[in-house]
């Protein structure tokens, strides 16, 4: 057998490791002979490592042999054990391939996923099968591949549900053609996840954004039809008026005063949750912090700045109070924000407005009136609940 040096070069096996190599492929070899399938599972989950670190140092003549060993042990041991295997071979560039193609099609998606989501040594005919007769979890998997090419992606939209299109539009690798689009445009009439992530791609046709907004918007008229069993002028009015709102410029010396609470608020919630509790958001308020209040409802709810502070400042509080019922903020919360923005004065008017969608408006509601609102900026608001909010909902998210 030939090894190789840490240059990259051949040179003579290590005959230390060849011995380690060869008793463990007899060791293997009794077990299977033997039937034990614990045994085989156990042998596996102890020398995943060493199996795949030495795949790349057999002599080419070599590997048939020791790729079909593995294949017949892959069907025999447990899915913990596949699953160990297969996280060492997703990393190598040339791994044993039919080995490898094996695991890619295990029925168990945690087996399957390392394989499929980043192992480069699996063919594009592969990926295809997988695509047209996998599940939507592999497909999911297969989407979010480092390079997912336009003819891929084609396949995956044609086979799979929401969940694969949303993963696709997540995944900056991924090619869209003509009917790709035509696909998502499809999976965004049905769920939208990916009405939110299709619509704020930079490379959207114009032509199809007025149809992302009109789903949005109908999915909002829906909802808030269902909540406020108002006259339908009235919810024009509602979602109009919201929008607008959100759409009206702020100063930049005005934003300019939020901007360092945004960045100590992003950093100190990155990955850990939507933002500070109510409490804790109750108690910024009082301490006259508006400027963390703001930058944490603008932080938790996926906002721009210059539109959460909008909100803040516009006459009637639909937007703000929208805003905090979408993040299921009681209603202390509101209350002390609307005196944080009109003080002394505080309309009457402005207080019973806020009580009545605070007490009418599920959260699911108010954040698709948001998301709808959000939108012309190019944002997607509450994008993280989105996929229960559909599931909630007639939506097809699975």
């Known amino acids: 057998m030939q090894d190789q040096t840490p240059g990259g070069r051949p040179g003579p096996q290590h005959p230390y490791a060849r011995a ?43 590997k048939p042999a020791f790729d079909g060993l593995l294949v017949t042990l892959c069907g025999q041991i447990d899915a913990a054990a596949r699953r160990a295997f297969a996280e060492q071979l997703a990393p190598l560039r040339l791994g044993p391939p039919r080995t490898s193609q094996v695991l890619a099609r295990d029925a168990s998606i945690a087996v399957a996923a390392p394989l499929l989501a980043g192992c480069s040594s699996l063919g594009d005919d592969i990926l295809a099968e997988v695509a047209a007769s ?25 086979h799979g549900d929401g969940r694969v299109a949303a993963r696709l539009l997540d995944n900056p690798g991924a090619g869209f053609s003509e009917a790709g689009l035509a696909g998502l445009m499809t999976q965004s009439a049905r769920a939208e996840p990916v ?10 046709p114009a032509g199809l954004a007025p149809a992302l907004l009109a789903q949005t918007r109908r999915r909002a008229a829906e909802a808030l039809e269902t909540d406020l069993a108002d006259d339908r002028a009235g919810l024009d009015r509602l979602l109009d008026r ?6 009206q410029p702020v100063a930049e010396d005005r934003v300019a005063r939020f901007r360092a609470s945004r960045d100590v608020i992003g950093r100190r919630f990155a990955g850990a949750g939507r933002g500070p509790n109510a409490s804790e958001l109750e108690r910024w308020l009082a301490l006259n912090r508006i400027e963390d209040g703001l930058a944490a409802l603008a932080h938790a709810s996926g906002l721009p700045l210059p539109a959460t502070i909008a909100a803040f400042d516009a006459p009637a509080p639909a937007a703000l109070a929208a805003i905090l019922r979408g993040l299921d903020h009681p209603w202390a919360v ?13 309309p009457p008017e402005a207080v019973d407005e806020s009580w009545w969608l605070h007490r009418r408006l599920r959260p699911a509601t108010a954040r698709r009136l948001i998301r709808f609102a959000a939108m012309p900026l190019g944002c997607a608001a509450f994008l993280d609940e989105a996929e229960a909010d559909d599931r909630g909902s007639s939506g097809d998210w699975p």
């Open 20 to 62: 380690r190599l060869n008793d463990l492929v007899r060791r293997i070899e009794d077990a299977l002979r033997s039937g034990d399938a614990a045994l085989q599972s156990r042998l596996v989950l102890q020398s995943a490592q060493l199996l795949t670190k030495r795949w790349s140092r057999l002599p080419p003549p070599d």
């Open 134 to 158: 996998g599940s939507d979890e592999h497909r999911c998997a297969v989407a979010a591949r480092p390079t997912v090419p336009p003819d891929l992606t084609d396949r995956l939209l044609r």
């Open 195 to 204: 009405t939110l992530r299709l619509a704020r791609r930079p490379d959207l």
């Open 242 to 247: 919201t929008a607008g709102t959100l759409a």
């Open 334 to 346: 509101q209350k002390a924000l609307l005196s944080q923005r009109f003080g002394e004065t505080l």
